[in-house]
């Protein structure tokens, strides 16, 4: 049983640019978190992805979006990257159907460490 | 203030000691989770708890709701317990987690 798996692991990129990161979560599962996480700082909440659409917003700007297929995988899209946005991207699944709201079991993948020059 | 926050930051240890690693935070949540980071940046999730205690082998956490604290226990510490332990909250809906800064524990044999 698979779990929770992104890609790419690393990626460098210069400012401007932009970047796609995917994440798969673990079977099962049909919500997805994204998170960053800069280097000596516990992760952030970017945003959680729950039947195809952006269900909580953490406070990143719009040039943050993401995407949820209808296989529950999950993108996350950057556009005009700056230096700052160097970090550890962590993504996480959780199911939904079938638990309460809330008290959700979080599985954790192995992150897509971005690096912008 | 953050509103989650976990002391020590850095935690130095020497094989064999009794590790507590403390957790406040100042917001409802509906559970609190402790997870291990390792240098690759993997996350595991050591425990969800949203009252009382749990153990899992040498691990002991505990959470006391009226004050808002939680404190993540390592009996026998070994240098494989080296590594970022992290305490996150859960809001009151929907699974998102508020993270702590992490404590980076080292255990020296």
């Known amino acids: 049983d698979a779990g929770v798996t992104q890609s790419p692991t690393h990626l460098i990129k210069t400012r401007g640019q932009q970047v796609t990161l995917r994440c798969s979560p673990k079977?099962?599962?049909?919500?997805v978190s994204w998170y960053q996480q800069a280097l000596g700082q516990g992760p952030q909440f970017i945003f959680q992805?729950?039947?195809?659409?952006?269900?909580q917003r953490g406070n990143f700007p719009d040039r943050f979006s993401g995407h949820q297929f209808p296989n529950y995988s999950s993108e996350l899209n950057v556009n005009a990257l700056l230096l700052g946005d160097s970090a550890l991207y962590l993504c996480?699944?959780?199911?939904?159907?079938?638990?309460?709201?809330?008290?959700?079991?979080?599985?954790f993948g192995d992150g897509t460490r971005l690096s912008i020059l | 203030k953050n509103e989650v926050e976990q002391s020590p930051q850095n935690l130095t240890a020497q094989e064999g000691e009794f590790i507590t690693i403390n957790c406040s935070y100042s917001?409802?949540?509906?559970?609190l989770h402790w997870l291990q980071q390792h240098p690759g940046g993997g996350i595991v999730s050591l425990f969800m708890?949203?009252?009382g205690k749990k153990k899992h082998g040498r691990l002991i956490a505990t959470i006391n709701i009226q004050e808002k604290h939680s404190s993540l226990h390592i009996t026998a510490s070994h240098p494989r317990d080296s590594a970022v332990y992290i305490c996150?909250?859960?809001?009151?809906?929907?699974?998102?987690?508020?993270f702590g800064q992490g404590t980076i524990l080292t255990v020296h044999p």
């Open positions: 992805y729950y039947e195809e659409e952006e269900r």
């Open positions: 996480a699944s959780s199911s939904f159907r079938g638990a309460t709201k809330s008290n959700q079991p979080q599985h």
């Open positions: 079977s099962g599962h049909d919500t």
């Open positions: 917001v409802g949540i509906s559970a």
């Open positions: 708890l949203s009252s």
């Open positions: 996150a909250v859960g809001s009151t809906s929907y699974g998102k987690l508020t």
